[in-house]
């Protein structure tokens, strides 16, 4: 049987999002060879939104998590992940959702992101109200240009953050998701670059205030290029379960395929063409066709796609039948798991529990 194969997959209604757990296992243990100290180690738990997967990370000794959601920070705080980074600013009631979060999980560290002067007061002042002081990180934009401040004026940011009661500035991070090179060199040059101007500002708000800045910077493709920079904390998020997008753009990287999509074929409609259910509300549809591969059936080429179906053709007479089952890997795999409320877990060939995908919701109990 191939790696992928379910031994009792005719007890499972498709589509479905299913989760090999001792790959999850092995893509959790190659992180940690990479890294010199465990504590270079910040994953970003917005592509597994389980759990039980981030429970598998923190038995592994990993105890620093990133997340963009107040659900994924409450679904962390609810395994009692010591150290939690709001990988995004809070805005309006989100600000109250955190103190919420802050006081009734008061065993873990939460911190957020700053990235403008008036975001940081509004903050500080509401944490300041209800008798709390949170960590922050003022947020530099180093070429992405969706968040962030421009790291000529963090130094000034910082200086604004110091005479606000409520919140404590402790760090500086950076997203280089910008950085999508195949090859490593050129990823590292970019990479150099964006960090550059990130150390710099660290040196300068160390100068200036007399605090030990923390550093954490990059996702999955970049990661390789921060491994090797002292003190720095690195926080991939898709490592964990690996997509064709990853594994076919950044082959350098050694993580593989943990999770993958099941479907049916519903319909045959010709000797070369196919309809399966697995539509937008599937798999993730922000890509162009194709946005999945199918590892039993590469010859077949998904050419249309609606909500819950999606049309795929073979170039020679296909032979497959009504009720087989095909194995995909999406294209991207984060908002692929956000579309499903449960994951089948596969452990030794077979399906054997269900994991909810908690981290999707808006809210748990905050």
């Given at each position: 049987m191939s790696w992928f194969a379910i031994s009792n997959i005719e007890t499972i209604d498709t589509p479905a999002l299913v989760i090999y757990a001792e790959r999850v296992k092995e893509n959790i243990r190659l992180l940690k060879s990479m890294v010199k100290d465990i504590g270079q180690v910040?994953?970003?738990?917005?592509?597994?939104?389980?759990?039980?997967?981030?429970?598998?990370?923190?038995?592994?000794?990993?105890?620093?998590?990133?997340?963009?959601?107040?659900?994924?920070?409450?679904?962390?705080?609810?395994i009692n992940a010591p150290d939690i980074l709001l990988a995004y600013q809070p805005v309006g009631p989100k600000v109250l959702r955190l103190i919420h979060l802050v006081k009734n999980y008061?065993?873990?560290?939460?911190?957020?992101?700053?990235?403008?002067?008036?975001?940081?007061?509004?903050?500080?002042?509401?944490?300041?109200?209800?008798?709390?002081?949170?960590?922050?990180?003022?947020?530099?934009?180093?070429?992405?240009?969706?968040?962030?401040?421009?790291?000529?004026?963090?130094?000034?940011?910082?200086?604004?953050?110091?005479?606000?009661?409520?919140?404590?500035?402790?760090g500086l991070h950076l997203y280089d998701g910008q950085i999508t090179d195949a090859d490593l060199q050129v990823r590292q040059q970019k990479s150099d670059?964006?960090?550059?101007?990130?150390?710099?500002?660290?040196?300068?708000?160390?100068?200036?205030?007399?605090?030990?800045?923390?550093?954490?910077?990059?996702?999955?493709?970049?990661?390789?290029?921060?491994?090797?920079?002292?003190?720095?904390?690195?926080?991939?998020?898709?490592?964990?379960?690996?997509?064709?997008?990853?594994?076919?753009g950044f082959p350098d990287e050694p993580f593989d395929y943990a999770a993958l999509v099941i479907t049916r074929v519903i319909s045959v409609i010709n000797e070369h063409t196919l309809c399966l259910d697995l539509g937008h509300k599937a798999v993730a549809a922000e890509n162009p066709l194709p946005r999945v591969y199918f590892l039993n059936a590469p010859d077949?080429?998904?050419?249309?796609?609606?909500?819950?179906?999606?049309?795929?053709?073979?170039?020679?007479?296909?032979?497959y039948k009504v009720g087989d089952v095909l194995y995909g890997v999406p294209v991207h795999i984060c908002p692929t798991v956000?579309?499903?409320?449960?994951?089948?877990?596969?452990?030794?060939?077979?399906?054997?529990?269900?994991?909810?995908?908690?981290?999707?919701?808006?809210?748990?109990?905050?």
């Open positions: 910040r994953p970003h738990v917005k592509t597994n939104k389980m759990a039980e997967v981030c429970s598998m990370m923190l038995e592994a000794g990993i105890r620093k998590f990133k997340c963009a959601t107040i659900a994924e920070a409450e679904m962390l705080a609810l008061p065993g873990t560290n939460f911190s957020c992101l700053v990235d403008n002067e008036i975001s940081a007061r509004y903050i500080a002042d509401q944490f300041a109200a209800n008798g709390l002081k949170i960590s922050v990180f003022i947020d530099l934009d180093v070429g992405m240009h969706r968040t962030g401040i421009a790291p000529q004026q963090a130094l000034q940011l910082a200086k604004d953050i110091q005479i606000l009661d409520g919140i404590e500035l402790i670059q964006g960090f550059g101007a990130a150390l710099t500002i660290a040196q300068q708000i160390e100068a200036a205030f007399a605090i030990k800045v923390k550093i954490v910077a990059g996702g999955s493709p970049s990661l390789p290029t921060h491994l090797l920079r002292e003190g720095v904390e690195c926080s991939p998020g898709t490592f964990v379960f690996w997509d064709w997008g990853y594994k076919h077949l080429v998904p050419v249309s796609q609606s909500e819950e179906h999606m049309v795929v053709k073979s170039a020679e007479k296909h032979g956000a579309l499903y409320d449960i994951a089948w877990v596969v452990e030794h060939g077979a399906v054997s529990k269900d994991w909810k995908v908690i981290g999707r919701n808006r809210y748990i109990t905050i």
